[in-house]
């Protein structure tokens, strides 16, 4: 209770009556407030709803039946009663009382607890979103990817490309704070992927490996991941048609990651493949070949992705999709890729025939229709008339009388013993053209059927047929069954024994020839291991066998010969890509290479004169020379430039081949090799696609274009150089320029320091 004397004066409000009085005023004190108002002050700056719960007690002298009090100050009723004094209760806001007050701490100091639970309970149980470190690389945003190596990034990638905008969790026990400097990351995306990324370090070789698997899922969910390749080289992958060194030139959509022979379809990947992709930042990537892969390289990203709908893999019951790989770091490129070549390349006991490194190759394909017995011989006498000799005489397709039998067209070749007679009298080994298909009107055809040598359909045993370039129906040889190997391999030596045949040139082999749907007797969990089988068997038949398709096929002792180039100029397919493919062979694990032939395949002539002479002089410095089109359709020029290069292979060049081979079956390290091997850390050798190195110790650059006889040549820096051309001497790191006339090539030897 407050007491206060304060006198106070109401004013009648008189526009509050309508009628017409004189105004009254009123004297009172105010004798109490209840609930304790400090100020009557403070409460009329209050609005008549805040002051409507409170009341002033005031003693006012009657001096009339009515008073209007003013409507500003006051807005209550108003009570009259005989007494000489009234009370007025004049609303005002009232104070809590102690146990409102109290009852609102209890509330607030409850919910408190509440929060405090809840995050207790998120901290300690509720797996939260990551931002890693694994090694050296770190995966922040869930979804990018950055490797360092050295303190400088050598690496950046997109993972997950194709997940909405979601994020994950840790998907293992540990707390955070344990987990964020680790070896190993576990992430999961709920209903989507999982993701498992471990670090490995390799302390012999300096080589830190972060391998990366996803998860699908769902059987909707493909993964991908992509990675830029903008600030670096990249090199690898698998022959292309638009063969590219490095692959950063190439453009191409999502494509299957399986063989092709790209003389029938140019879309896609070539006969030679390795899912393994290095950089010059000393990166490199190796793909587990048990998914389904996909790739593409649009704009300034590789990207990687697994899809069961869209490949030729067998489905997994499960249909989820999982894609595993390995990113690799070194120094540099070259001690990067001999650390992946080591671990992964398995080489050969032994290498291929030392006499085919030595001699030229002859192929009867430029005979094309018209191959028969006696063109043949009148070819090999030739060959022989004009002063050549030769390693092996191929005979190539148009020999057979029916695709999928063994025998000879008894019309075209009526006494194959005595043709091959003659061509060992001559000093030929002899190689056959073989496939792996069986034409439906084959005798084979249906010897095959009764004893499950084909590739059989899903439903039943009847062989899945597939077209080739000689059959519109064929079946293919089941290489996973080891009878139907037996048998095919069985005829072949039958051949070999009746007509003195030496060994076998094995066409197809890609991927690309399977049927579309199809079962083998052995369970295949990936189309490419067909491709390797049926290598393995080849080489069965010694190590002058060549093949056309390879896939980790590097620790057969044969050679491996080049899909067929155009007669051109250009780099898609003429002159200009045996370099980018024979260097992405030699990467790949693959050094005992023949290309094809001189000048290129041509249908309605021969090549052009040029062309021809320059192609022949590039084949000199390569493992072996091929020839077709024989250089007496030309001019004596033309043959004696042919004997001076074949005479100097045999010479000079074979030599070091040979020492070379024996040396990749040690090491593992290329025969041929780009010009980044000498020095590795000479930026300018990274997209040098007109040059390479036999051994460390010669670089070759020939002529590539039409009507031109000079060119730029880069020496690697850290070396001098001396021309075989000219004897002059030339110090490393630097662009010289060199006159090359249309019988010379311009290479040089490496100087002893």
Known sequence: MIRNDTETTLMRDSASDSKSEP?????????????GISSAESDRQKTPEDTSHLVVRLKVPVLADRISLNSSD???DYHSNDSSEADYGLPIRRLKTPREIKLKLFVAFLLLVIVVNVTVIWILYVPRPLSLHFGYATVSDFTNLHVVREKNAVLQGRL?????????FACHGKNVKHVRNSNRICLLWKGYVKLNATYTHHT?????CYNMEWNSLRQDYIPQDCFSISSASWYGGGEMYDQAWPINKLNFNMTPFVSTNLRYNDQGFGSVLEPYWLSSQGVAILVNDSSPLHVSLNGDELCFQTDYDNSMYPLPESKYSTLKYSICTNTNIKTMHQFIAQL???????????????????SSAYLSSNVNQSSIVSYAKQIEEYGFNGSQFVLEDGYLFKYGDFDFDPYKFPNPTALFDTLHGMGFTTVLWM??????DSNSFSTGIKEGYWIRGPRDSSPALTQWWNGIAASVLDVTYSDAVEWYMYHLNAVKQKYGVDSFRFVAGEVSWLPPVYTTHNYLSQPSEFTSLYAAMASEFGTQTQIRAAYRSQSQPVFVTMRETSSSWNSTNGLQSVIPTILTYSLMGYPFVIPDVIGGHRNDSIPDRELYIRWLELAAFLPVMQ???PPWLYDQEVIELSKYWVDFHKNTIAPMMLQLAENYLVTGDPILRPLWWDNPYDQITYDIDTQYLIGDDTLVAPILNEGVFERQVYLPQGSSWRSGISGESFRGGNWITVHVPINTVAYFTKMSV
């Open 23 to 35: 105004d009254h005023q009123v004297k009172f004190d105010v004798v109490s407030v209840e609930s």
């Open 74 to 76: 006051y807005n209550g």
């Open 160 to 168: 997950a490309t194709t997940l909405p905008d979601i994020v994950p």
């Open 204 to 208: 012999e070789s300096g080589t830190d």
């Open 344 to 362: 992964n390349f398995e080489t050969p006991k032994k290498h291929s025939s030392q006499n085919v490194f030595q001699l030229p190759v002859w």
């Open 435 to 440: 496939h792996p298909f069986a034409n439906t």
């Open 627 to 629: 020839f077709s089109v």
